[in-house]
């Protein structure tokens, strides 16, 4: 079973939703309702899985509805119609108490502009989620001053939020939301706020955390480099449609539509494809000129490498971790993996 | 529905209306021997015609004399509890060796205003000059002071939990916002008077006219400040699953102090404003006066105690404002800036 199931949910912000989801089930578009209507369509027939463990990554531009979505997993947002299931529960039978405890114990969440309490100390901001939960002063300052080192912001837990930058608040957003140790972590744009260079610090931190700890993570983000870095899946949305589901290198090798194909179409490949996506294996191999050999690791990044092969004009071996061939990669095959046409061929093969 | 729901509404004010115009018709001494005179002579298209009159002053008096004769004993009651509490306060103080209290005002405002020393030498030199004014007055402003603090604990009793629920509530914000538009602008002797009938001569009526008069301020900055609060910050509380108390104790109020204690500053304010306008139906204190100065076309007089009132809002202004910035700069950080 998934952790997290989406299963049709529509959301029509207005007056009266429940009058205007039939015309949205009947496929009008949000223009269309937003003309007639008055009603802002916000997710339409929205359905994905997201399974234990996994970093699922939401993307979208502005009013996409990636927002709403991830408030729809812990219920700040109701949805029209359609289930929220999390560990098995639908979200929509629990009760007011219910929802509480739901919320204090099973997930937790990141903000755009941070959500920080200005009126308390980092410490205090930290462990909010353990002060709602009814922890004590000493047991719960214990947990924060972990979590607070963990992101290293050692020796700030007693300055308040507007003593520090928007970087370091970030991370207290994080702490925050790691203290309550739970399960899943929703991040609504988490990074978005920040400037570039303490955006990729920060990713790599949670890439980091999220090696060791494995949660469940939901992110939002409208930049399709921070989702390729961090999502193991991606859902892309448009328009509160989700328009492809996939892994990184699907959605680059695939895209389902026109507006995916924009989305990827500036994207550095050498960045996000594997080795082993592009190799022959071994069986295919009789072709290839195997005098001049780099030798490759298969899960390196294109452009890892490829200064070294293109210096030395060879192919590659692609090797596992324990040194086995598994495949090769030729000049021919690089340089179209690493070009436009590449996809379009695929696109056909298809 | 909600179409159905709006034309609803409508059809219900225009029965309202036309029942209102029948029972004006059928009421008035003035109407005409049938109706069907209407529509032969149109004169009464003329000038307002007498019949069209809203019998509604025999309905408000009788409403009045009823409110007097069957609840009379819970006004009596009010009275007494609020008389009682005046009694003790203004003698207690009054008792007091005038250099006691003035030191006791001074030190209250040193750590009220967590001990600035240029306010507390501003509210020192006020003090003093209350009763150097004129040595009359410092009994009388004792007076003034402890009406005035006993409509101020009225209003905050009652402003700040109807301004939470305002702003929690959009129903309760839609049906008591006209009444606090009525509270604001209905002119004060139609409140002073009544007040008189209800609770007699004295103190009483000038506390309940400050309430009227000064609560709106303190529930419409309560209901905005708890508004104001970031949504973003809300959504946090929510998230990490505050439940209603902790997310007002914990985040809202806190974060909506600094507006609260601004309407707590206007509340003092207009409560000064209006216990000498009290005066008039016999409250004592400063306020009577500038009716007694005025009265004897003494100007001197009656400029020497507006500038005592004048002394005893600096105080009272001073002394609220201060606590406000203190609480600020608490909940706020932002030292060494003046707000």
Same mark, same amino acid.
């Not at chain 1, 739970?182 to 744009?189: A, H, R, S």
């Not at chain 1, 030798?295 to 490829?306: A, C, G, I, R, S």
């Given at each position: 079973m998934s952790k997290i199931e989406i299963k049709n949910v529509y959301k029509i912000f207005g007056d009266q939703p429940s009058k205007v989801l039939p015309m949205v089930q009947e496929g009008a578009t949000k223009e269309e309702i937003l003309e007639k209507t008055g009603h802002t369509v916000g997710l339409d027939n929205v359905s994905l899985s997201i399974e234990e463990g996994e970093t699922f990554v939401c993307m979208g531009l502005s009013g996409s509805g990636k927002s709403t979505l991830i408030r729809h997993i812990n219920r700040l947002i109701d949805p029209t119609s359609g289930v929220v299931s999390v560990e098995g529960t639908n979200v929509m039978d629990l009760d007011q108490k219910k929802l509480i405890e739901f919320r204090r114990h099973k997930m937790s969440m990141v903000f755009q502009r941070f959500g920080l309490f200005p009126h308390k100390t980092v410490l205090e901001n930290v462990g909010y989620g353990l002060e709602v939960q009814g922890q004590k002063p000493d047991e719960r300052n214990k947990t924060a001053m972990e979590k607070i080192e963990a992101v290293g912001l050692t020796g700030f837990e007693h300055q308040y939020p507007n003593q520090l930058s928007g970087g370091m608040q970030q991370r207290v957003g994080l702490a925050r939301a790691l203290a309550t140790n739970t399960d899943i972590m929703l991040m609504d744009e988490a990074f978005s706020a920040l400037d570039p260079l303490i955006r990729s610090d920060m990713q790599k931190q949670l890439i980091d955390l999220q090696s060791e700890l494995k949660k /469940?993570?939901?992110? !939002? /983000?409208?930049?399709?480099? =921070? *989702?390729?870095?961090? %999502?193991?899946?991606? %859902? !892309?949305?448009?328009g509160g449609r989700l328009v492809q589901v996939g892994t990184p290198i699907e959605i680059i090798m695939n895209p389902a539509d026109d507006y995916v194909e924009a989305f990827v179409k500036d994207v550095n490949r050498a960045k996000v494809i594997k080795a082993k996506i592009i190799m022959s294996p071994v069986s295919s191999s009789n072709g290839v000129d195997k005098t001049n050999l780099v030798k490759v690791q298969e899960d390196q990044f294109l452009d890892e490498f490829l200064p070294k092969v293109v210096c030395s004009n060879a192919n590659c071996e692609v090797v596992d971790k324990n040194g086995n061939v598994k495949g090769y !990669?030729?000049? +021919? =095959?690089? *340089? +179209?993996?690493?070009? +436009?046409e590449h996809m379009a061929n695929a696109k056909k093969s298809k | 529905m909600g179409k159905y729901k709006k034309h609803i509404l409508y059809s219900l004010y225009l029965v309202a209306f036309v029942a209102m115009v029948v029972v004006a018709y059928t009421s008035s001494k003035y109407r005409p021997e049938s109706v069907s005179v209407l529509f032969t002579d149109f004169s009464w298209l003329g000038n &307002?015609?007498? &019949?069209?009159?809203l019998p509604l002053m025999p309905f408000l008096n009788?409403?009045?004399d009823k409110l007097i004769k069957e609840y009379g004993m819970f006004f009596e009651g009010i009275n007494n509890f609020l008389l009682g509490l005046y009694t003790q306060m203004k003698n207690f103080m009054v008792g007091l060796p005038w250099p006691l209290l003035m030191i006791s005002v001074i030190a209250l405002c040193y750590f009220v205003s967590g001990r600035n020393m240029g306010t507390t030498i501003m509210v020192a030199f006020c003090v003093f000059f209350l009763g150097f004014l004129s040595p009359r007055y410092w009994d009388k402003c004792i007076m003034t002071t402890c009406i005035v603090v006993i409509g101020m604990l009225l209003c905050l009793i009652i402003g700040?939990?109807?301004g939470i629920m305002m702003a929690r509530n959009k129903k309760v914000r839609n049906a008591i916002l006209p009444v606090l538009d009525l509270m604001q602008t209905i002119p004060s002797f139609c409140y002073l008077i009544p007040g008189i009938l209800l609770f007699g001569l004295g103190a009483v009526p000038a506390i309940f006219a400050i309430f009227v008069y000064a609560v709106p301020p303190l529930i419409r900055l309560t209901d905005l400040g708890i508004r104001l609060v970031d949504k973003e910050v809300i959504e946090a509380a929510e998230a990490f699953g505050a439940n209603k108390k902790q997310k007002l104790w914990g985040v809202q109020l806190p974060l909506a102090l600094p507006n609260i204690m601004q309407g707590v500053n206007q509340c003092t304010m207009m409560s000064l404003a209006m216990v000498v306008i009290a005066s008039m139906i016999g409250t004592r204190g400063i306020g009577d006066e500038v009716l007694l100065g005025l009265q004897q076309l003494n100007v001197g007089m009656a400029t020497e105690a507006g500038i005592a009132i004048v002394l005893l809002a600096i105080i009272f202004d001073r002394i609220t404002q201060s606590y406000g910035e203190k609480i600020q700069e608490r909940t706020h950080h932002k030292k060494n800036i003046k707000l």
């Amino acid at each position: 079973m998934s952790k997290i199931e989406i299963k049709n949910v529509y959301k029509i912000f207005g007056d009266q939703p429940s009058k205007v989801l039939p015309m949205v089930q009947e496929g009008a578009t949000k223009e269309e309702i937003l003309e007639k209507t008055g009603h802002t369509v916000g997710l339409d027939n929205v359905s994905l899985s997201i399974e234990e463990g996994e970093t699922f990554v939401c993307m979208g531009l502005s009013g996409s509805g990636k927002s709403t979505l991830i408030r729809h997993i812990n219920r700040l947002i109701d949805p029209t119609s359609g289930v929220v299931s999390v560990e098995g529960t639908n979200v929509m039978d629990l009760d007011q108490k219910k929802l509480i405890e739901f919320r204090r114990h099973k997930m937790s969440m990141v903000f755009q502009r941070f959500g920080l309490f200005p009126h308390k100390t980092v410490l205090e901001n930290v462990g909010y989620g353990l002060e709602v939960q009814g922890q004590k002063p000493d047991e719960r300052n214990k947990t924060a001053m972990e979590k607070i080192e963990a992101v290293g912001l050692t020796g700030f837990e007693h300055q308040y939020p507007n003593q520090l930058s928007g970087g370091m608040q970030q991370r207290v957003g994080l702490a925050r939301a790691l203290a309550t140790n739970t399960d899943i972590m929703l991040m609504d744009e988490a990074f978005s706020a920040l400037d570039p260079l303490i955006r990729s610090d920060m990713q790599k931190q949670l890439i980091d955390l999220q090696s060791e700890l494995k949660k /469940t993570i939901v992110f !939002i /983000t409208h930049d399709l480099d =921070e *989702s390729l870095r961090l %999502g193991d899946h991606i %859902g !892309i949305l448009n328009g509160g449609r989700l328009v492809q589901v996939g892994t990184p290198i699907e959605i680059i090798m695939n895209p389902a539509d026109d507006y995916v194909e924009a989305f990827v179409k500036d994207v550095n490949r050498a960045k996000v494809i594997k080795a082993k996506i592009i190799m022959s294996p071994v069986s295919s191999s009789n072709g290839v000129d195997k005098t001049n050999l780099v030798k490759v690791q298969e899960d390196q990044f294109l452009d890892e490498f490829l200064p070294k092969v293109v210096c030395s004009n060879a192919n590659c071996e692609v090797v596992d971790k324990n040194g086995n061939v598994k495949g090769y !990669i030729t000049q +021919k =095959e690089l *340089s +179209k993996a690493l070009t +436009k046409e590449h996809m379009a061929n695929a696109k056909k093969s298809k | 529905m909600g179409k159905y729901k709006k034309h609803i509404l409508y059809s219900l004010y225009l029965v309202a209306f036309v029942a209102m115009v029948v029972v004006a018709y059928t009421s008035s001494k003035y109407r005409p021997e049938s109706v069907s005179v209407l529509f032969t002579d149109f004169s009464w298209l003329g000038n &307002w015609p007498k &019949w069209l009159d809203l019998p509604l002053m025999p309905f408000l008096n009788e409403g009045f004399d009823k409110l007097i004769k069957e609840y009379g004993m819970f006004f009596e009651g009010i009275n007494n509890f609020l008389l009682g509490l005046y009694t003790q306060m203004k003698n207690f103080m009054v008792g007091l060796p005038w250099p006691l209290l003035m030191i006791s005002v001074i030190a209250l405002c040193y750590f009220v205003s967590g001990r600035n020393m240029g306010t507390t030498i501003m509210v020192a030199f006020c003090v003093f000059f209350l009763g150097f004014l004129s040595p009359r007055y410092w009994d009388k402003c004792i007076m003034t002071t402890c009406i005035v603090v006993i409509g101020m604990l009225l209003c905050l009793i009652i402003g700040i939990p109807v301004g939470i629920m305002m702003a929690r509530n959009k129903k309760v914000r839609n049906a008591i916002l006209p009444v606090l538009d009525l509270m604001q602008t209905i002119p004060s002797f139609c409140y002073l008077i009544p007040g008189i009938l209800l609770f007699g001569l004295g103190a009483v009526p000038a506390i309940f006219a400050i309430f009227v008069y000064a609560v709106p301020p303190l529930i419409r900055l309560t209901d905005l400040g708890i508004r104001l609060v970031d949504k973003e910050v809300i959504e946090a509380a929510e998230a990490f699953g505050a439940n209603k108390k902790q997310k007002l104790w914990g985040v809202q109020l806190p974060l909506a102090l600094p507006n609260i204690m601004q309407g707590v500053n206007q509340c003092t304010m207009m409560s000064l404003a209006m216990v000498v306008i009290a005066s008039m139906i016999g409250t004592r204190g400063i306020g009577d006066e500038v009716l007694l100065g005025l009265q004897q076309l003494n100007v001197g007089m009656a400029t020497e105690a507006g500038i005592a009132i004048v002394l005893l809002a600096i105080i009272f202004d001073r002394i609220t404002q201060s606590y406000g910035e203190k609480i600020q700069e608490r909940t706020h950080h932002k030292k060494n800036i003046k707000l």
